[in-house]
């Protein structure tokens, strides 16, 4: 008797919550039907990776090849070389571009005038804006043999350096323009959470005698190191994946054994020709790796005592 009561006042209260809260759940069918039909719907393709696509017969009715599109690819020596200079090309971001807006958050948030702050943030994150066809151009007009830095180089009697036909110097020039359209973006993220730290920690630390880069290494890092962590996951997870437009645009002919990477690699073995199939076996083997590479660099934080994202 006691069960049914609470059977029977158990669902009087999923009634009561359902009728005063139906509303959030009638505004949560659009992005669950949007998630569906644009986000998991899509993933069935996936199968082109493992059949001869036909786009006459279809997905489902193009004739299976198994792993041959798979085979074909690791057995390219185009396709491991563009696998080696995205990883080249992604390490050095990481390795450069990733501490950057950590430093500049910390500088700004310890800047006293307020103005300055804001107006500094703003002109770090107005190159955000900017697709990369702009900045490729920038990049042109700045670094060519005939550009701004060439001439000042020539002016002190350096001499021309070939910037965008040299593939070291390319891959610096490509690491500095990336740097500078992305780290406003990063910025954001690390000052919010700046602006949610204990300010009290770094007032005690000073009352102590702490100088303030102790107090930013041993009270400010600690308290942000969640954010930095789960960026840090986030970029690891992107090692072999990389933007078609940046490497594209700011690439040329000259530089093409630094420039070709998986995603000029796809464009014109894959899409170009219209080969769809091994298109889709590239980027499979992509997701696959980035999500071994996620999990395996979640597994080493939470090693090191961090929190991971799982």
Known sequence: MAKQKAAVKEKKNV???LKNTWQLYA???IPVVYMILFKYKPML???VAFKKFNVFQGIWNSPWIGLANFQEAFSSRDFWSALANTLILNIGDLIIGFPIPIFLAIFLNELKSSAVRKTTQTLLYLPNFLSWVI???ISTQLFSSSGLVNNLLNAMGIGTVNFLTNSFAWRIVYWF???WQGAGYSLIVYLAALMATDASLGEAAYIDGATRLQRIWYVTLPQISSTITVLLIMQVG????ISFDRPYMMGNSLVRDAADVIST??????LAAGRFDFATAVGLFQTVVGIVLVLSANAVIKKMGQEGIV
């Open 15 to 17: 009634k009561t919550y």
């Open 27 to 29: 505004m949560l069918i």
């Open 45 to 47: 393709g996936v199968v």
């Open 135 to 137: 900045i490729a151009g």
């Open 177 to 179: 323009f990336g740097v």
């Open 238 to 241: 992107k090692l072999v994946s």
């Open 265 to 270: 690699y796809v464009y014109s073995i894959g």
